[in-house]
Structures are given as structure tokens and as C-alpha cells.
């Protein structure tokens, strides 16, 4: 693995590395690009199966971020950061104070919040090391119900766009992953009339929805030849490659994953085959803006009214693909790329 090819090769512009084995706190931090202003992504806390799986996963989060930001319209960088381990792990202070410490050492370069396998309770840790923490308690707290409803207008979007009316009543939509945001998206869809099957590996989060929202539950693997209207992705990435979509069956993929994709190349085959794809870094925005309102005390009405606007903002990105005679996904990084390139002609990189 050639390091400095990988970070040139996205344009990355640093990467920390950072180990305290009598902690158990092995980290990585990428900052990909802080044009539009200080970078900003959540910790991710994951068992990966080897260190150049953590480097290439914090890579593609931190790359992801800043075209997150730079869609939403909010003035933040792009970065990430993992820490390799065990989620399960009850002693947790340590590991992520070790972590709030790395975070620190970047002076304010770089942003962290919740992301998979971390909590606002492990924020509260890393607030003990450094101030460059957001969504923990007294501030916007769990970002997944801003996250939830931004995914929910995205997918009304899609239903806009495919089908000439945003209603979702009477659809059916296949959910995979019953995590928080899953769960609250779930919640939304419900209300509306929605028809509702859903998977995750935990049999608990199955069986609160089924109660709560009467939804159907099939097997994980089941969950991508289910004939659906619309496949919600809301569990981890790469859920769209050559084996599942050899049996997906649904007119729209609109969900909350990072990196639903496994190759842009995906992107093109969704396009070709008539399915809409709502590009994950859009849809998904919700929990960004979330905390980007923390940090300039916005109130949380105004947060839910701004991660609304991804209903517009996807109408926008169908409307340039069409044009333009390209997948969706080609679309959104367009528009990103064009906001970042706009912005450098008016401040320099945030230092």
C-alpha cells in the first residue's frame, strides 16, 4: 500500500495516526479538505480486519464529508476519524479521552462527533480533552432524528421525481439497518401510510418496529430481492455491488448508509437500469447540519427546516444529471466540486 498515493489521489490533506496501547486507543484522523472551513465527521469505532481496512475506510469517510458539507451549504471541511476496536467494549473512558487528545492535537482543524459504534456518552469523554467535540449533552445531542427526517424528505424527493408526486402512502419500502436512524426513519414513513419491510441483525431492533410501526421483517440477506418500490439502505456500506444487484428489485435507492455504493462504476449500472439513486452524502446530510447548528446555536427547528431542504437540493441533482446525461452520483459531486472551487477564489483554506 502506497500511502501517499492514496491521499494524493483524492486530494486528502493530512492524516493523523495516533496509538496508546496501554489505553487501547489506536486512532486514525484524515482531514480530506478544509477550503470551506474547518473539517467536520464523526469517530467511528469498528473491529476492522486490518489496519489498511481502517486507513482506506477513514479515507473515503473523510472524502465523503466534504462533498457532505459543501452540498448541504453549510461552511465546514470534510474529515473522519476511526478508532480500531471493539464497539462492545464497556471500558470506554480511556479510549476515547485518548482519542479527545489526538482530536486536540490538530488545534482546531479538525471536528469530531457520534458516528457508528460511538454514543454522546463517549463524546462527553472526549469533551474532557478537547473543546473540538460536538452533539453532546447540553448541545445538539443524538444527531439521528435530523439525520432521519433529512433521509425521509430525500426519499420523498425520489418519489417526486419517479413517480410526479412526493407522496409516500401506499408505498412499499424495504429498510435495511434498525439502528437510530433507521429507527426514526422508519417512524416517518409510518405516519405517512407507508408499507414497511425491514431487516437488521438484531432481533430486538426488529421486533420494537414490527410493535411500533407494523412493519414485516425478512432475513438480512433477504432484503435485496424483496419487491419493493423503494430500498432504503441505513446500515453500513457497499450494500449496492455485483452481487445484490444482480437480485434488487425497486425503482429508487434512497437511504442513509455512508458509501452505499462499492464502486462509482454501481452508480452507472443504478442509471442504466432506470433506478434513481439518491446519493448517499446528500440524503444523509441530516446529522452534519445537526451539529454544524450546534456550533452557531442554532435552535432545533431551524436545524429539521435546514435538513429539509434536501428535498430540493436531490431535485436539484436529478435535474443536473438529466442535463448533463449522467448518474446521480456524477451529479452531486459535481455541484460539491463546484461550491469547494467557488469558495477557494474567496478565502484561503482553514488554518
Known amino acids: 500500500m502506497n500511502v501517499f498515493e492514496l491521499l494524493s489521489s483524492k486530494g ?3 492524516v493523523v495516526f495516533w496509538s496508546e496501547p ?5 486512532g486514525i484522523i484524515a482531514i480530506h479538505d478544509s477550503t ?8 467511528r469505532f469498528w473491529n476492522y480486519n486490518s489496519d489498511e481496512d481502517a486507513f482506506i475506510d477513514v479515507l473515503r469517510l473523510a472524502q465523503g464529508m466534504t462533498y457532505k458539507a459543501a452540498i448541504a451549504g453549510v461552511n465546514l471541511g470534510g474529515g473522519k476519524s476511526v478508532i480500531i476496536g471493539d464497539n462492545r467494549t464497556r471500558d470506554r473512558e480511556m479510549i476515547f479521552r485518548a482519542h479527545g487528545r489526538a482530536v486536540e492535537s490538530l488545534g482546531g482543524r479538525y471536528i469530531t462527533a457520534e458516528d457508528v459504534g460511538t454514543s454522546v456518552d463517549d463524546m462527553e469523554f472526549v469533551r ?8 453532546v449533552h447540553g448541545g445538539s445531542g443524538d444527531p439521528s432524528p435530523v439525520t432521519a427526517y433529512g433521509t ?14 412526493a407522496s409516500l402512502t401506499g408505498r412499499h419500502i424495504t429498510v435495511q439497518g434498525l439502528g437510530n436512524v433507521g429507527y426514526h426513519l422508519c417512524g416517518f414513513l ?3 401510510g407507508a408499507r414497511l419491510t425491514v431487516t437488521d441483525i438484531d432481533q430486538g431492533r426488529i421486533s420494537r418496529v414490527e410493535e411500533e410501526f407494523g412493519a414485516q421483517a425478512v432475513a438480512p440477506d433477504d432484503i435485496y430481492s424483496a419487491e419493493a418500490d423503494i430500498f432504503a439502505p441505513c446500515a453500513l456500506g457497499a450494500v449496492i455491488n455485483d452481487d445484490t444487484l444482480k437480485v434488487l428489485k425497486v425503482d429508487i435507492v434512497a437511504g442513509a448508509a455512508n458509501n452505499q455504493l462499492a464502486t462509482t462504476d454501481h452508480g452507472r449500472i443504478l442509471h442504466e437500469r432506470k433506478v434513481l439513486y439518491a446519493p448517499d452524502y446528500v440524503i444523509n446530510a441530516g446529522g452534519l447540519i445537526n451539529v454544524y447548528g450546534e456550533l452557531h446555536q442554532w435552535t432545533a427547528d431551524r436545524s429539521k427546516r435546514k435538513a429539509g431542504e ?24 459535481q455541484l460539491a466540486e463546484d461550491r469547494i472551487q467557488k469558495v477557494r ?5 482553514y488554518v
Open 22 to 26: 496501554e489505553l487501547g486507543y489506536r
Open 128 to 135: 474532557m480533552e478537547t473543546d473540538s467535540v460536538v452533539g
Open 36 to 43: 470551506l472551513g474547518p473539517a467536520l465527521g464523526g469517530t
Open 152 to 165: 425521509y424528505q430525500g426519499i420523498r424527493a425520489c418519489a417526486e421525481r419517479k413517480y410526479g408526486d
Open 310 to 333: 434536501i428535498f430540493g437540493t436531490l431535485l436539484r441533482i436529478f435535474e443536473q444529471a438529466e442535463r448533463e446525461e449522467i448518474h446521480t452520483a456524477e451529479a452531486a459531486d
Open 345 to 349: 477564489h474567496l478565502q484561503r483554506s
Open 190 to 192: 409510518a405516519e405517512e
Open 12 to 14: 486528502h490533506e493530512q
